[in-house]
């Protein structure tokens, strides 16, 4: 049985025939003439004809005259027949220049025809090139739809399987669509965001981790369906779900290598994710290594991500020219490091987030242009460190924020340039910025309440940096300045009587 393809309604055939062009009809001009010598006798006859007639016709108007013939010629006579002779060859002569002079003007006609059917032969040519390489790049532009159209049915049939092995309960083959859903993104350019999206989505599926506080056992997720191994073994759940919580884990940190290692490619290379938008709304973390990647360019959301236990790393990443939120995330529990990460000209907020277990390293980060928020966070209960951090340019907000039990340090922090607030901001417990250096830009404590706890500055150097602490209140809390530098000293609100905050202990003299 033959298979016919099926035609397109709206498609309209085009047929070209090619035969020959019959002799008969053919339109190169011809050129007619007979050879040059039957050309000159026939003319020279002619002429001899016409004269001969001519001159039988004088003689029978003159009736026949009769001719006197003498018996001497004489020299006059004779004269008379040489000038005769001589005007018969040059009539000859001139009948034969005349047909000369004919061919040649007609060989020239005939020349200026042949260009100008040449001409027309060559335009022809042209648009018959043009035609065929019409038709050429309408047959490429066709084979390209074609190929193209296979192409996207291909990648629609990988991304349907893909997706359906990523929906699997079984985790060896959750892990093989991942891995598939990550090689299609590499394949398929166009489609590379939806092939992110969808694995991002994955990890914003229901996860359960048990985090273990000072306080209580908590359980932090939006619902559960996989429980951590650890937790479940001390809570006696049965070996199944903690097989299964240990496969789903797997499963989430592989997604995690996936995407960190995309991101850690050039962006001259093929299959570099760099630039596409990555969305963690939500995502319970228990681990993941973002360490060295670079979100320039792009759009990242960790908006109320859940970072509850094990080591989530982002040291080196590099946030360059990116918009990044951790906006009310969560920090409750086991490691996240954003060490010697580079905050230049970027946009990453930390704001309302919540800073209430585990620990959280900014160590040796560089801030040194954009703009970083902390606006609102709560800094509660989690340790929280950003030793030899440079702020060098950027502008850095932590207004409105509480700085509770178990405060940040700025230990080694250098303040350069840029601008830094603390405006608003409730001290509650200790924050050390000891050997801090404050040599440039401005760096602000206004309206902030120092409730308990001491602020200290030892072995800090102010030494060009404008620090204020405009409308600060000390209603328990204390600054100390006893081993700091203060060659450019940072203003304070003097009393009623003139006189600097008793909660305040300057150099001895």
């Not at 951590?228 to 290598?257: F, N």
Request: contains cysteine.
């Amino acid at each position: 049985m033959e298979l016919h393809e099926p035609q397109d309604p709206n498609r309209s055939d085009v047929r070209v025939t090619v035969g020959s062009i019959p002799a008969t009809d053919s339109p190169v001009p011809e050129l007619r003439l007979w050879g040059i010598r039957r050309s000159i006798f026939l003319a020279v006859a002619a002429a001899l004809l016409l004269v001969g007639g001519l001159i039988t016709v004088a003689l029978w108007y003159g009736d026949w005259p009769s001719l006197r013939r003498d018996a001497t010629v004489t020299a006059a006579t004779l004269f008379d027949l040489l000038k005769l002779v001589f005007a018969v060859v040059a009539g000859i002569g001139g009948v034969a220049a005349l047909v000369v002079a004919y061919r040649r003007q007609r060989v020239a006609e005939h020349a200026n025809a042949l260009a100008e059917f040449a001409h027309q032969l060559a335009h022809a040519a042209d648009l018959r090139a043009e035609v065929t390489k019409a038709l050429a790049e309408a047959a490429d532009e066709r084979a390209k739809i074609e190929t193209d159209r296979n192409g996207v049915r291909l990648f629609n049939e990988r991304f349907a399987k893909a997706a359906e092995q990523l929906g699997s309960e079984k985790a060896a083959v959750r892990l093989a669509g991942a891995y598939a859903m990550a090689g299609l993104a590499d394949d398929w350019m166009g489609g590379r965001q939806t092939c992110i999206d969808v694995l991002c989505a994955y990890l914003r599926m229901p996860y359960t981790v048990r985090v273990e506080t000072e306080d209580d056992d908590q359980d932090w997720t939006s619902s559960s369906t996989h429980a951590a191994p650890q937790a479940e073994k001390e809570s006696g759940v049965d070996d199944e779900l903690v097989r299964q919580g240990l496969e789903e884990r797997e499963v989430r940190h592989t997604i995690i290598r996936l995407i960190s290692a995309h991101l850690r490619v050039s962006e001259q290379e093929p299959d570099s994710w760099r630039g596409y938008d990555l969305d963690f709304t939500g995502v319970v973390f228990d681990g993941g290594d973002f360490s060295h990647v670079k979100f320039a360019m792009a759009r990242v959301s960790f908006e109320k991500a859940r970072f509850c236990a094990g080591a989530v790393s982002l040291d080196g990443a590099d946030f360059a020219g990116g918009q990044v939120s951790f906006d009310e995330a969560a920090f409750l529990g086991g490691r996240v490091s954003f060490l010697g990460c580079i905050f230049s000209g970027a946009k990453v907020s930390f704001s309302l987030a919540k800073f209430a277990g585990g620990m959280v390293h900014f160590n040796e980060s560089n801030f040194s242009g954009g703009q970083i928020n902390f606006y609102g966070t709560e800094l509660t209960g989690a340790l929280v460190s950003m030793h030899s951090v440079e702020f060098s340019g950027a502008r850095v907000e932590f207004d409105d924020s509480v700085f509770g039990r178990r405060g940040p340090s700025f230990r080694k922090a250098r303040f350069s340039d840029g601008e830094v607030s603390f405006d608003w901001v409730n001290f509650s417990e200790s924050v050390s910025f000891e050997q801090a250096e404050f040599s440039g830009g401005r760096v602000t404590f206004c309206y902030s309440q120092f409730r308990n706890g001491l602020m200290s500055y030892d072995g800090a150097v102010f030494s060009g940096s404008e620090v204020s602490f405009s409308g600060a209140i000390f209603p328990g809390g204390q600054l100390s300045f006893v081993k700091a530098a203060l060659l450019v000293p940072p203003k304070l609100d003097r009393n009623q009587d003139g006189q600097l905050p008793a909660a305040v202990a300057w150099p001895s003299e």
